[in-house]
């Protein structure tokens, strides 16, 4: 069966006209001013339009499930950029971390996994790609599936170079998708994942 076209009307190579980037910022994270022209949908070329631009880098997330329990290993540390909306900010999220120079998405899942659960996967599957907030930051992450043995997720793991304190936690797959309806979990790629899981589980 014939795949439906594409709804989109513009592509970047022939409809954006980038006329420069301009580093404003330059410390852990990166923030730059963009400036462009984009092709209107109503025929010809918009104003300069500048916006900025929070280059945060790449993530990979995985999603450890265990499905001998039917079970999700999930962590569990401190977000303190969610204090402005909640008070807690401790929050429950899949396993993540940023794509170092000339790392392959699963070779940091991989050590992802191995660093804030200590858990290695039995088997990995390539889920997909999203766009985390691309009104204002141009980061990407790639999500990945790794079936693991949750009875042996315990204990508090992270780097202490990098100020990780992270404690592991083992749900059902019905509890996490319990805590994605009631707010309890509330991160967009924790709650991504989760429900990935709960419309493919048949499938797999």
């Known amino acids: 069966m014939p795949k439906p076209p594409l709804l989109k009307t513009f592509n970047a190579n022939d409809d954006v ?13 990166t923030l730059a001013q963009y400036t462009f022209r984009h092709k209107l949908f109503a ?18 997330v995985v999603l450890p499930y265990d499905p001998k329990t039917d079970s ?19 929050l429950l999220e899949l396993v993540a971390g940023m794509i170092e120079e ?3 998405h699963l070779e ?22 999203f766009l985390a907030s691309p009104g204002g930051t141009t980061e990407r992450f790639y999500l990945y599936l790794a079936h693991v043995d949750s009875s042996k997720a315990q204990g ?10 992270i404690k592991v936690h083992v749900v059902s797959r019905a509890r996490a998708y319990e805590m994605t ?4 979990i509330d991160n967009v790629s924790t709650v991504l994942g989760i429900q990935w899981l709960m419309l493919n589980l048949q499938r797999m």
């Open 17 to 29: 006209d980038m006329l420069s980037i301009k580093p404003l910022y330059q410390g852990f994270f």
């Open 72 to 90: 999700i290993v999930l962590i569990e540390q401190i977000r303190i950029p969610s204090i402005t909306t909640t008070k807690q900010v401790w």
């Open 43 to 60: 025929g010809g070329w918009s104003q300069p339009v500048t916006r900025e631009v929070f280059e945060r880098g790449h993530a990979v």
């Open 108 to 129: 940091v899942a991989k050590r992802e996994l191995a660093e804030e659960t200590g858990l290695v996967g039995e088997s990995w599957q390539y889920i997909n790609s």
């Open 181 to 184: 309806q009631t707010g309890e």
């Open 102 to 104: 000339n790392e392959s």
């Open 156 to 165: 508090i793991h992270g780097l202490v170079s990098e100020s990780e304190d």
